[in-house]
């Protein structure tokens, strides 16, 4: 993935969008580009949250030079600007100083929009969708083996059974799996139960389809 590889070398573009319905993937790839362009600059980072922010206070920032230092970030959240027009900042990105760097992390985006557009011509787009059975079971056990953790398929099938395919749901079911067989190596069906917690919209899944 480029989002990697631009991480890796610290060779970054100079817009990163990042959307889809995998919020969990979405919020690690926004906290890694953060870390990764402004470091524990706060003086030269700016965070901008919600629905229609002001275009002219964010341009402004953004023409501002970085005090002490080569960059400037600004990170922007659920702005609404792929969704509803912002056609000042889709022609502000047309030209962007060396120094800056925009990072929108959006929940609703519009592919036909001119700032899906702009991004697209000066900077990376990443879509992240919900990830298949096969990728969350290889990525449960990852993260069980770093942690002296071996379970077997049935099990890690009987996990994503109870939390779904939310990674985010996952992920604190495995810290809860780790942290509840605390000297142990394999984790049983008998742990899994123990500890699982059934999600409420796997619950509904499991309604209509009882239903039906």
């Known amino acids: 993935m480029t989002l990697n590889q631009d991480i ?3 060779t970054f573009r100079k817009v990163y969008l990042l959307f889809g319905d995998e919020p969990f993937l979405v919020n690690s ?15 030269n980072y700016n965070y901008f949250e919600g629905k ?17 230092a080569d960059r400037r970030t600004v990170l922007l959240e659920d702005t609404g600007f792929f969704k509803n027009k912002c ?8 030209n962007l100083p060396d120094y800056l760097y925009l990072v929108f992390c959006e929940s609703e985006v519009d592919k036909r ?6 991004v697209k011509a000066c900077g990376s787009i990443g ?11 290889r990525w449960a056990a990852g993260i069980l083996g770093k942690n002296g953790r071996k379970i077997t398929q049935r099990d890690v099938e009987l996990l994503l059974s109870m939390t779904g395919t939310d990674m985010g749901n996952l992920r604190m079911e495995l810290e ?8 142990r190596e394999v984790i049983t069906k008998e742990d899994v139960e123990a500890v699982g917690t059934v999600h409420v919209s796997n619950r509904i899944f499991e309604m209509v389809t009882a239903i039906v």
């Open 87 to 94: 056609e000042e900042l889709a022609d502000y990105m047309k």
């Open 52 to 68: 229609g922010p002001d275009v002219k206070e964010i341009i402004s920032l953004a023409d501002t030079m970085p005090f002490f």
């Open 29 to 43: 790839y926004k906290k890694r580009l953060r870390e990764a362009i402004a470091g524990d600059d706060t003086m």
């Open 8 to 10: 890796k070398d610290k």
């Open 127 to 137: 879509e992240f969708k919900q990830q298949d059975e096969k990728t969350l079971m």
């Open 113 to 118: 929009s001119r700032m899906y557009k702009a």
């Open 176 to 183: 809860k799996l780790i942290c509840y067989t605390m000297g």
